[in-house]
């Protein structure tokens, strides 16, 4: 198994983005690839899946492809190993929250919300050039897909939406057995 986000000029060309630093697609959208054992070879299907998919999925799809069963209330995510084996496997996960350094996101099919922890709002490495405070960040990812354009201080609806999604998903985190 592997995830990698391969070498993209960390400081040099990119002036934007830093590995694990930010909430934007280039850094958190990680492929995943699965190099089964020989003898899982004859059974695994071959495909790419463009549906987002949260890391919390990860010990779930493991276990489940390892057949290896445990308590489906102790763990949050989804087995995709289904799907991998060539059966129907579930749907895109709505929501997907993300942590970063003091801050934290989430991520629809529709839109990002970017939220900075007080005091720790100065972005370093942006699009301008300079660094600037910027406690929230929302994006249209269907009309802006680049992230270009901030929508915190223009759409107040969506903002409300997405503050309240992002409350409701702060805690959804997996814990221990």
Excluded: C
Aim: hydrophobic share 30%; glycine share 6%; charged share 30%.
């Amino acid at each position: 198994m592997e995830t990698s986000h391969y070498y993209h000029h960390h400081f040099i060309a990119e002036k934007v983005y830093a590995h694990g630093e930010t909430h934007y697609e280039k850094e958190i959208r990680v492929p995943w690839i699965i190099h089964p054992p020989k003898s899982f070879l004859n059974q695994i299907q071959k495909s790419e899946f463009s549906d987002q998919v949260s890391l919390l999925s990860l010990m779930p799809t493991l276990l489940g492809l390892n057949r290896i069963s445990y308590p489906k209330d102790k763990l949050k995510g989804n087995d995709y190993s289904k799907a991998i084996f060539g059966e129907k496997g579930p749907e895109s996960e709505p929501v997907i929250y993300t942590e970063g350094r003091f801050s934290e996101s989430i991520l629809t099919p529709d839109f990002k919300y970017i939220r900075r922890y007080p005091g720790y709002d100065l972005v370093r490495r942006t699009r301008e050039g300079t660094s600037h405070k910027m406690p929230e960040e929302l994006y249209d990812l269907i009309k802006d897909p680049m992230e270009l354009e901030n929508l915190a201080n223009s759409n107040f609806e969506l903002l409300g939406e997405a503050r309240s999604i992002l409350k409701e998903n702060q805690l959804s985190k997996n814990s221990f057995f």
